[in-house]
């Protein structure tokens, strides 16, 4: 068994360190109240029972709290006072500089908080361990100063997240809809340097790579590009070949026919696209941003987006060409195709390419393989998106975050452009488990941590406010989210619902539970769940005519926060059946992941929460190996088209580099710890294994937190 300890390191369990400290809490007090030998024996082993219980590794706090329980269950209270005295008196010593441990642990990479924080950040490599070092800094800076302590000790406890606190002590946002098409037609300035209009195809993508490193570079959560701003350039190409292949065949005498001419430049022209689709591709994947990270780059495939016929064939032969390379997927160091993480890949279903008899359904049977293989793309259908969002289809931020409709001036709308102020999350779990089960007292509470979260965010909404533009000259003058005079306030993009800021929540399934007893997918108690959201709705909307500013409700990605928000629960409330019992929380509305539930009626149920769910949502289906029973995968795509908005697919791709066993990769429990083993030859070395799992909207590739890898090993097939 293991321990984490207070900066983040693991170490090996041991008791002796329990028993040391409960016998120096002894000898504290007088012979006359002092506890035998064999009790407090009998203290540690009880603590260490407890300990295997909770299937985690616990924290050293989590120990001690376990330890003053039964010192006082045993009745030595003095003991326990001296206990609770001597851990009071380390507390304020640590709190002196709590900072200089986690960052010597980062260094020496054995802190396990941080090697699991992001399952797609690499805590050994130079640059992330630097992004690492300043977070801690920032984190410092920002729970001493910069905070209400109201709201860090919230955040501390576990009631709730104030999301990328390692980013708040900058003036940084959350993400965005990158307006490439104002970046590529009109120009843009990258580290000083003009970029003009691209003369070419494969220009503007590599223009578009070189875009998304520098926008990554200034903020810390996803974006968002579109290949509909790619697929003009597609024209000037074919125009560029078609005058050089007239020149090419004029220079040798040649007096070619009209079709000639168009097959060959037509073969050049899928040449160049070709490479271009790769340089993206490759360039994305092997990017390493000033976070230590590949750029968190989604791409949106949506053929209604192009302005005229002609260039709706041209998207086509972009998204046919990016959907065949991703399919493909990349080399890993020993040369074997594997799934990348990134970028991201969202295709919108439509009438033209959903029914067998339209022109674009081959895409679409493309998407369905390339799914079945890597896990993406992942599916936006034009018709729900449109039933909410008042006519319109658009991309959403990163993996989920949704913009809320807004028009210009002119009164046109505009999505490209537009942003992400800030998550805060609140735990709905707590809230119930706070009630203990009077609904009087859930509301009330409610109520308390909506104001709380209120606060929180409008400190977001603050720290950006003043903000110059040129902090970020990429994002507020060259045309990523704007494009600002030099030394002008980014505030008017901050108010009118240009930008957004969200209001997360997790644990609706934990939550509704509790307070009924039932599953939320009980006809009994899902208009409690809808109740619940509806009310955090009529709460942004308060919040949004108080200010101007566009709250939104947002299915919180919960990554790392899954299995913090578990363990504060099982600290403060104990293990309860079905609601703490887990080491990770459910994610926003979705149905636990042990719910035995077909994947059309999972769909089907949650798609009433993600349309409640404004700020952004998605929502998934776990399925086994499909690659041969496409046909399968074609029905969920077409349920998901009539009946969800936003909704992906999820099986394995794994490859052990140690035997080159092409199958899933298990995890196996061993020590009360979760591992990583291929099935072949037993291998647990995470280095020598190629794991892609959806965690929560993406891909991760770096592995993860012991909550989340029980979520993900206790999920159940829903095909």
Not at 237 to 254: A, F, H, P, T
Not at 430 to 457: H, T
């Amino acid at each position: 068994m293991k321990i984490i300890k207070r900066n983040g390191a693991e170490a090996v369990f041991d008791i002796t360190k329990i028993i040391l400290a409960i016998s120096k809490a002894n000898e504290a007090v007088e012979e006359s109240v002092r506890m035998t030998p064999k009790q407090i024996r009998r203290i540690a082993e009880s603590v260490v029972l407890s300990c295997e219980k909770l299937e985690r590794s616990p924290s050293v706090e989590e120990v001690q709290d376990m330890v003053e329980k039964q010192i006082m269950a045993h009745g030595a209270f003095e003991v326990a006072k001296a206990y609770i005295t001597y851990r009071y008196t380390r507390a304020l010593v640590r709190q002196a500089n709590t900072t200089d441990d986690k960052i010597l642990s980062l260094i020496e990479c054995n802190n396990e908080e941080a090697k699991q924080e992001n399952s797609n950040k690499n805590p050994v490599v130079n640059s992330t361990q630097r992004d690492y070092m300043a977070g801690e800094v920032s984190r410092d800076i920002t729970n001493r100063i910069l905070l209400p302590p109201d709201i860090v000790e919230a955040h501390n406890e576990g009631i709730i997240h104030f999301h990328d606190t390692d980013y708040y002590a900058q003036h940084m946002h959350n993400c965005d809809l990158v307006n490439l098409e104002d970046m590529l037609q009109n120009g843009t300035v990258i580290t000083g340097t003009l970029i003009e209009r691209p003369h070419s195809f494969s220009t503007a993508c590599n223009i578009a790579t070189q875009i998304i490193a520098q926008v990554a570079s200034n903020q810390y959560g996803g974006q968002s590009i579109s290949l509909a701003h790619l697929a003009p350039f597609v024209q000037v190409s074919r125009e560029k070949i078609q005058r050089d292949v007239c020149r090419e065949l004029k220079k040798i005498g040649v007096d070619p026919d009209t079709q000639m001419v168009h097959d060959l430049v037509e073969n050049r022209l899928r040449d160049e696209i070709r490479r271009g689709v790769q340089t993206i591709q490759y360039q994305v994947v092997t990017l390493l941003t000033t976070n230590g990270q590949a750029p968190f780059v989604t791409v949106f495939m949506y053929l209604n987006e192009a302005k005229n016929e002609q260039e709706k064939h041209d998207l086509a032969m972009i998204i046919e060409e990016v959907l065949e390379q991703r399919y493909q997927g990349v080399k890993n160091e020993k040369g074997i195709w594997v799934t990348p993480a990134f970028p991201k890949l969202i295709y919108v279903l439509e009438e033209d390419n959903i029914h067998e008899n339209a022109k674009y359904y081959y895409l679409t049977r493309l998407a369905a393989k390339c799914t079945a293989k890597r896990l993406v793309p992942d599916y936006i259908s034009e018709k729900k998106m449109k039933e909410l969002k008042e006519g319109n289809c658009f991309p959403v931020m990163g993996c989920r975050s949704a913009l809320t409709p807004w028009k210009d001036e002119n009164g046109n709308y505009q999505f490209y452009g537009r942003f992400n102020q800030g998550v805060v999350t609140l735990n709905l779990v707590d809230i119930a488990l706070s009630s203990g089960g009077n609904l009087e007292k859930f509301w009330r509470i409610f109520d308390e941590r909506l104001d709380l979260c209120y606060r929180a965010l409008m400190c977001r909404h603050e720290r950006l406010k003043g903000t110059l533009s040129d902090a970020a000259p990429i994002l507020w003058q060259y045309g990523a989210c704007a494009r600002l005079k030099k030394g002008e306030p980014i505030d008017k993009l901050l108010y009118g619902g240009y930008s957004t800021i969200s209001l997360g929540y997790a644990g609706l399934c934990e939550c509704v539970r509790y307070m009924t007893g039932k599953s939320h997918t009980d006809a009994a108690a899902t208009p409690f769940a809808l109740e619940i959201m509806k009310y955090m709705n009529a709460a942004c909307e308060r919040w949004k005519e108080e200010t101007t500013i566009a709250f939104g409700i947002y299915g919180t990605p919960l990554e790392s926060t899954t299995y913090k928000f578990a363990k504060c629960l099982q600290r403060r409330f104990g293990i309860i059946e079905g609601v703490t019992d887990k080491g990770y929380i459910t994610n926003s509305y979705h149905v636990h992941v042990t719910e035995e539930m077909d994947a059309f009626h999972k769909l089907g149920f949650e798609a009433q929460f993600q349309a409640l769910s404004t700020g952004g949502a998605i929502s998934y289906v776990e399925i086994p190996n499909m690659q041969n029973n496409l046909e399968a995968v074609m029905q969920i795509i077409r349920f998901i088209y009539d009946n969800i908005m936003y909704a992906e697919l999820n099986t394995k791709s794994d490859y052990c580099q140690v035997c080159g066993w092409d199958g899933e990769i298990e995890i196996r429990e061993e020590d009360g710890k979760l591992v990583w083993t291929c099935p072949q030859c037993g291998n647990q070395d995470q280095d020598k294994m190629n794991v892609a799992r959806r965690t929560c909207g993406y891909i991760g590739t770096q592995f993860w937190n012991q909550g989340r890898t029980q979520e993900i090993k206790e999920r159940v097939m829903h095909l």
